[in-house]
């Protein structure tokens, strides 16, 4: 089963804001959405994490409709530096520990 | 602090073979998780542990083993080495905070022969 649900690719002009939407429609009420990049075949790197509320830091917006199914990061100005493989995460609290499920991720790339 | 560490960067195998991949974290983490990275494809878990002595298994287990005689090292076991093995091998580690994020290394790429 597929926590999380993402378009394959995304293009986005450099200095605009690249949204980036993710579908977890089957989320409970106690799990956690994160986002994570990829950069060539670097580790992931962390980016955001929310539960319910909308969440913002420096680097990124993260924007969880009311219901929770959907949510989408928001990059207000992307950079070259942004293009990468973006992955929506799902935190899973089972008695055995957390899991964290990867969805196949979204390829944004930034346009000069 | 260099975070997660691991150990070999690049492998190739023979089938049949058996090999262990080191990670090791200096962060004093309790969780920590083995993935897998297929070309297209997310990372799938392999097995994690909650803690030193403990470990559970993932989506895709089949095929490893894994060891947390440390709490900061947990060890991926391939005993005999098959082709569908070929992958990039992610290891990550987290504190017990409910919200904490996961931190990873930079992979481990094996190619089995």
């Known amino acids: 089963d597929a926590k999380t649900t993402q378009p394959t690719s995304m293009d986005c002009a450099e200095g605009r804001a690249a949204n980036l939407p993710c579908n977890h429609s089957?989320?409970?009420?106690?799990?956690?959405v994160y986002w994570y990049r990829q950069i060539h075949s670097q580790g992931p790197q962390y980016i955001i994490h929310?539960?319910?509320n909308n969440e913002t830091n420096e680097m990124a917006s993260l924007i969880i409709t009311e219901d929770r199914k959907s949510s989408t990061l928001i990059l207000p100005h992307a950079t070259l530096r942004d293009t990468a493989v973006y992955y929506c995460?799902?935190?899973?609290?089972?008695?055995?520990?957390?899991?964290?499920?990867f969805g196949t991720g979204t390829s944004l790339t930034v346009i000069p | 602090n260099a975070g997660v560490t691991q150990t070999p960067k690049f492998r190739v195998l023979k089938t049949g073979q058996s090999m262990t991949l080191l990670c090791a974290q200096d962060?004093?983490?309790?969780?920590m998780y083995w993935y897998r990275q297929d070309p297209g494809m997310g990372l799938r878990l392999i097995h994690y542990?909650?803690?030193?002595?403990?470990?559970a298994k993932g989506e895709v287990p089949d095929g490893y083993n894994v060891s947390r005689l440390k709490k900061q090292n947990f060890l991926l076991g391939l005993e005999s080495a098959a082709p569908s093995q070929t992958s990039v091998y992610f290891c990550?580690?987290?504190?017990?905070?409910?919200?904490?994020?996961?931190?990873f290394g930079n992979g481990t790429r094996l190619t089995v022969t």
């Open positions: 929310g539960l319910k």
């Open positions: 990550a580690s987290t504190s017990w905070g409910t919200n904490s994020p996961l931190h």
């Open positions: 542990s909650v803690g030193e002595g403990t470990t």
């Open positions: 962060m004093n983490h309790e969780y």
């Open positions: 089957t989320i409970s009420g106690n799990e956690y």
């Open positions: 995460i799902v935190r899973v609290a089972y008695r055995t520990g957390n899991q964290f499920y």
